[in-house]
């Protein structure tokens, strides 16, 4: 069974940072291309970076220069470190394959105040 847990969201101010992390299970990690998607509320859910198996790496334009995607393969895990927060990156953060190939897991929220 496919799982994808998201976590280390939470509330920052505007200008701050944080790391949000993916853990899977229940597929090859290490041969998909992965990836994170937000939610704003009222939004439709939004491709925010990529990342291939060899750590080939792609972004919103929103997001470029502000956010890092990585991966650890050997921990089945994805990571996405996040700086210079805006009011505007206000999201449920997501992550499954490229191809969303998965079901979505739970999230993890974060909020960035003004």
């Known amino acids: 069974q496919v799982q994808l847990v998201e976590s280390g969201g939470g509330l920052v101010q505007a200008g701050g940072s944080l790391r949000l992390s993916c853990a899977a299970s229940?597929?090859?990690?290490?041969?998909?291309?992965m990836a994170w998607y937000r939610q704003a509320p009222g939004k439709q859910r939004e491709l925010v970076a990529t990342?291939?198996?060899?750590?080939?790496?792609d972004y919103a334009d929103s997001v470029k220069g502000r956010f890092t995607i990585s991966r650890d393969n050997a921990k089945n895990t994805m990571y996405l470190q996040m700086n210079i927060l805006k009011p505007e990156d206000t999201a449920v953060y997501y992550c499954n394959t490229k191809s969303m190939r998965f079901d979505w897991g739970q999230g993890t929220q974060v909020t960035v105040s003004s």
């Open positions: 229940g597929i090859i990690f290490r041969f998909n291309t």
């Open positions: 990342i291939t198996p060899v750590s080939s790496t």
